[in-house]
Structures are given as C-alpha cells and as structure tokens.
C-alpha cells in the first residue's frame, strides 16, 4: 500500500493554527476523503492541538506532516507528525476541576482521540506524532526514519 506524505511550514506565530487547519482540509479533499467526515473533524481537532503546543511553547517555527494511505480502496487511518526546534518533552497536563481553564487540555484530547500517540527526539528538537484510525501500522511504517548510508 502506498502512503501519501504531504507536509507544512509553520511560523511561530498562533494565528498559523488556523492555517494549518485549513490545509489539513484542502489535503483531505484532495485525497479523496470527505473533509467534513468525523475522522476529519478529529484529526483538525488534533492538529489543532499539536501545532498551537509547538508554536506557543516553543516560540519557533514548526513543520506539519500528516500521512495517509493512497488510492481508492485504502483503509482510513492518518498519522500526523509535528516537529518543532524544542527538545523539551511534551507534558500532559489534566486541567483538572478548573471549568475556566483555557490550556491544559491539548495533549489530553489528542490521547483520548487517538489510537495512540508519542514522541520522540528529532535532531536538536522533537517530533510529536499521533495516529488516527485502522491503518495507523502502514503510516507507522511509511514514517519510521531511513538510515542514511555511509
């Protein structure tokens, strides 16, 4: 199965957020799925999330990857990658009782929406990643990191 791998510049700035969510959409489209579908309104929903973590945390620019599987008869899965200058690790934070809290809540919606979700170090910063979906395995594989010959 092919893997469709598409990705997005994004500045340090919030107002990128909403850019990149438009983008995830015009990807959707254009690979065939309903934009609107709920799998779609998940996934805009976490990317939502990862990239306002990466620019508001970290205070530099980031890159949004988001992979799909490719062609009519593939399974609905997605993974998406955000990778940002930080090598801090990501910190779950429960918002707890505080109905008037406005953060704390990212990563808690992207572990309860997703399959699953992690991170690990990329270069001098880190890659945040989660996966949406049954064919989460094909995008894992499509994403692991190729060992550069020497």
Do not use: F
Request: glycine share 8%; charged share 20%.
């Amino acid at each position: 199965m092919q893997v469709l791998q598409v990705q997005l510049a994004v500045q340090a700035d919030p107002a990128e957020v909403s850019r990149a969510r438009r983008w995830v959409r015009a990807r959707l489209q254009a690979g065939g799925l309903d934009p609107d579908s709920a799998v779609a309104e998940t996934l805009v929903l976490v990317v939502s999330e990862l990239v306002t973590n990466a620019v508001v945390h970290t205070g530099c620019p980031a890159v949004l990857r988001l992979l799909m599987p490719a062609g009519p008869d593939a399974p609905p899965g997605l993974r998406v990658e955000v990778a940002d200058a930080s090598c801090a690790a990501p910190a779950p934070r429960h918002a707890g009782a505080d109905a008037e809290a406005t953060n704390g809540r990212g990563l808690e919606l992207v572990e309860l929406l997703c399959e699953r979700w992690g991170w690990y170090p990329d270069g001098s910063g880190k890659r945040v990643w989660c996966e949406i979906g049954p064919a989460v395995a094909v995008c894992e594989r499509a994403a692991q990191p190729v060992a550069s010959a020497r």
